[in-house]
């Protein structure tokens, strides 16, 4: 009997692309197709399965939340309640929100398929900034979007969650009041489409993640 097996991967050298390009711009690169993965890693994997069975290659690709380059729907303004007894400047809880988000998205901590809860997030968020952050809360940039919207985000199986926010995406208010979680209505609609291929080594050199699932379908693991 032949098995099927899906294998998701994601790329490092495609990984270091994307992140490069959420920080400064230019051509959004694309992850490489499943016959140039199957091309790239095939030597490394076949000799793992039966003979009668066969792999599927599947590209993982960033599902981004928050910031510009994310969809309209995902699009969100951070809204940080400060210490008034704190002596740290907005510029710099602005800068540690958003270092905190960037952990807390980090590689290890998400596998292909997630689910996103903000409760988790904000969380995080508490804990690193605490004494000088009281509160942290998420409102949708997209109007007609109610607070708590974003409150749980699900991937799809080929796709891994990625922080899009930047300091613009973070906002110092004195008070949380009804007028600071309506949506603020004001999304970007288009950002660069220009793409480029990635390559990559192969498998043994350590620059590719891989997941696997059986003929009925799962998503695979991270890093």
Known sequence: MSNIVDVYLLERTYDNLYRIWLQDGGNKPIPNTSDQLRISNAGTLNPMKS???QIIYHPVKYKILFGTSSDEELQATFKV?????SNVTNAVIKTRVIQALNEFFALDNFDFGDTFYF???AAYVHQQLAPDLLTVVIVPNQSGQGFG????ISGAGDEIFISGATVDDVSIITALGANQLAASGSVVTSTSTATTNTTTGSAVSGSTTTGSGSSTGSSGSGY
Do not use: A, I
């Open 51 to 53: 003979l009668s069975d």
């Open 119 to 121: 409760t988790e997030l």
């Open 81 to 85: 309640v400060k210490n008034t007894g």
């Open 149 to 152: 919207s974003l409150f749980q």
